[in-house]
C-alpha cells in the first residue's frame, strides 16, 4: 500500500510547523518530515542560499518535485513550507489529504519572525511585507486546509492539542 501522511501541515513561516509538527507526530507516534529540510539535504544548500543562487521560481519548483515526493512516500506528519501553496500544482497535489493550516495574525508574525534576517522573503520591511504575505496567501492556506488551527497566544502544545482535536 502506499504511504500517505497522516496530516500535512501549512501555514506561514514562523507560525512554528517545525516545532508543533514534530510534538504532533510523537503524540500520534508517527514519524515528522518536512519538504524544506528535505529539499535542503537534496541540493546539499540551505533554502536562503538557493533563493540567492537560482532565485524564487527556482526554488519553487524544487519545492513541488519535493512535495510530490513527500506526498506519495510519508506516514507520518508533513510539514510544508510557507510558500509551497502558491504552485497551483501543489495546491492540486494536496487535495483528499487531511491539511492542518496553522494560523496567526500579522502583528504576531512580527513578533514572531520580524528581526529574523535570515528568511529570505522578509528582510527589508518586515511589517509590509507581511501583510503583503499574509493577504496574498490567506486565501491559499483556506483552500487547501481540511481545518484551521489558530496559534495567537497559544503554547506549542496547545496547538498540538488542537491540531490533534482537530483531526
Ligand atoms: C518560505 C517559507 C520557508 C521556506 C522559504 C520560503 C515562504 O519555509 O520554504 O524560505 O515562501 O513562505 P518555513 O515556512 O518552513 O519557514
Redesign the pocket.
Known amino acids: 500500500m502506499t504511504a500517505v501522511p497522516v496530516v500535512v501541515l501549512v501555514g506561514?513561516?514562523?507560525v512554528g510547523?517545525?516545532t508543533v509538527g514534530r510534538l504532533l507526530a510523537e503524540r500520534l507516534g508517527v514519524g515528522y518530515r518536512?519538504t524544506?529540510a528535505d529539499i535542503e539535504a537534496a541540493e546539499d544548500r540551505t533554502?536562503?542560499e538557493i533563493?540567492v543562487d537560482d532565485g524564487e521560481p527556482a526554488?519553487r519548483a524544487l519545492?513541488k518535485d519535493a512535495v510530490r515526493t513527500a506526498l506519495a512516500g510519508h506516514d507520518g506528519v508533513l510539514?510544508l513550507?510557507?510558500?509551497?501553496i502558491?504552485d497551483p500544482d501543489t495546491r492540486a497535489l494536496l487535495a483528499g489529504h487531511r491539511v492542518v493550516y496553522l494560523s496567526m495574525d500579522v502583528e504576531e508574525a512580527v513578533r514572531r519572525t520580524g528581526l529574523n534576517v535570515a528568511?529570505?522573503?522578509l528582510a527589508v520591511n518586515p511589517r509590509k511585507q507581511w501583510r503583503e504575505?499574509m493577504e496574498a496567501r490567506r486565501h491559499l492556506y483556506e483552500e487547501v486546509a481540511t481545518a484551521v488551527v489558530p496559534t495567537d497566544g497559544r503554547t506549542p502544545e496547545e496547538v498540538a492539542q488542537a491540531a490533534l482535536d482537530a483531526l
Open positions: 506561514p513561516m514562523g510547523k517545525s518536512d524544506d533554502i536562503a533563493f526554488f519545492e510539514a513550507g510557507g510558500g509551497a502558491l528568511r529570505p522573503l504575505l
